[in-house]
């Protein structure tokens, strides 16, 4: 048999998170408090905007939630549905981040907790509810 139809499908790395958002320059106050820079758009039929960050993480912000109040479906009802929950970013020090997202007046939704020995979490909304875990391994 050939390996093309046994054997997996080769994946390099991630391209990019896509997050679906409804006001551009809101979320831009929001991840630019991450580090992320906008490099391009809005532009396409959604349209996405584009934001890059040093550490090599891209993200698509797609400008086509209907309201600026919605809950989110997957993490606001009782009723779990499937889906994407939350992205994580590696954050060496989740004890500044804390710090510096309360200075901005972004609370945290979560956290700190630990994850076993190795590793531990804080977690914040954007402004569209969208969950971001702050992650520190250590």
Do not use: W
Not at 41 to 58: M, Q, Y
Not at 59 to 64: E, P, W
Request: hydrophobic residues 45%; glycine residues 10%.
């Amino acid at each position: 048999m050939d390996n093309a139809q046994t054997g997996s499908v080769q994946v390099a790395g991630l391209a990019h998170i896509g997050v679906r958002v409804h006001d551009l320059d809101r979320s831009m106050r929001f991840y630019e408090l991450l580090g992320f820079t906008k490099t391009a758009g809005p532009i396409g039929p959604e349209p996405v905007a584009i934001l890059d960050h040093p550490s090599g993480v891209e993200l698509n912000l797609v400008l086509n939630a209907p309201s600026a109040s919605a809950s989110n479906i997957l993490m606001d009802i009782a009723e779990k549905h499937p889906g994407i929950t939350h992205f994580a970013l590696l954050c060496p020090d989740i004890a500044s981040a804390a710090k510096r997202l309360e200075a901005a007046g972004v609370p945290l939704s979560g956290g700190p907790i630990r994850l076993g020995p190795n590793a531990q979490a804080i977690f914040v909304r954007d402004p569209d509810r969208n969950v971001i875990e702050l992650h520190q391994r250590g």
